[in-house]
């Protein structure tokens, strides 16, 4: 999770944009609340960008853009190239000292493993010294190799700036030497370890997971009825990633943003009924019971699910703060746990 503006604001994000960092207007259309409503947008040095682009050229826009756009609360993120690449430390040394504190945090591709997390948390601590930053940059990492995936814990605690790790579905499967068909429709079937896995290390971090981008888009052209089965499909998608504990997903077009924001938001039934377990858990005082309403056991851990589903609530704008900062105090009275700490580490 990302902890903001002075720990005054967490976010947890399910949508995560990813552009072409060297194009001015795909800057502009993701700073924009209507044409781009999602929680977290990640300008691309890397894979995005065309060769011709790399370098100066990409840098100068992507700086220019950091410095005058206003994304208002959406976390702001830079994918420089990876670190074996000729052009990571020029992408690092240009938005470190042209954007200072105009972004929250770098996604780090083609991580091997924790000591590579170690050393772009030991550069970022030299470029924000030098530069005079009072933002500390967060981490979010891709685990898009075979490699990545066997230390993804270890990745994933090998720094505290460390936010959250996502999966990389079109690298990892060529590294695999798969069928790229696979990653449309049965994606979450084939790749339901790797998924798992991602979700399991980073849970057990503090951290927060991200699913891979959907590939297929429609066009304007295309006729309604084929609109509607790529919606469809990128909606089952993400239902079955949030079902095995994906927090968000990356968004390739911004077409695809309120379905993904709607797959990882609760219900208001759900949330309804989370309400009431905390409710019904705290009136009783903790510990295990037996509700005559629902016929349901509700424990520690019931309220620990129904907490975590009110906090994905406030953060999607359903729920209010003070709701949420009551029941996580109840909560921590009781268990020692602080949903609210939950992604921090020494």
Known sequence: MFILDEGKRVVIPRTELTYPGHNLKLHQNAAD??????DHVMADFEDACPYEFKGDKSREVMVEALNTLNFGNK???VRPNNLRSEFFKGDME????GAVDRFHGVIIPKIYGPEDVKQVSDLLDELEARYGWRTKLAIETLIERPRA??????????????????????????????????????QNEIFYFEK????????????????????????????????????????????GAAAIGM??????????????N?????????????????????????????DPKTGQMIDEATAKIALMRVSKAYMAGMVDKAYVDSMAEKSKSITGYDIRRAGERG
């Open 262 to 290: 709607e797959c990882y938001s609760p219900t208001q039934k759900q949330i309804e009924e989370a309400k009431y377990q905390l409710d019904f858990y705290h009136e009783k005082g903790g510990g295990s019971m037996f």
């Open 247 to 260: 927090d968000g997903t990356w968004v390739i077009h911004p077409q695809q943003s309120l379905i993904a």
């Open 75 to 77: 976390v702001i993120t």
């Open 33 to 38: 609340p209507v044409k781009s409503p999602v």
């Open 196 to 239: 798992k896995a991602v979700v399991t290390a980073a849970k057990a971090a503090g951290l927060h997971a991200i699913d891979n981008v959907y590939l297929k888009i429609w066009r304007k052209d295309d006729s309604d009825d084929v609109k509607q089965k790529i919606d469809d499909a990128l909606r089952r998608k993400n239902e």
């Open 94 to 97: 240009a938005v470190m000292s």
């Open 149 to 186: 995936l066997e230390y993804a814990y270890e990745i994933a605690t090998a720094s505290s700036r460390m936010a959250g790790l996502i999966f990389g579905i079109a690298d990892y499967t060529a590294e695999l030497g798969g069928d790229p068909d696979l990653l449309l429709d049965r």
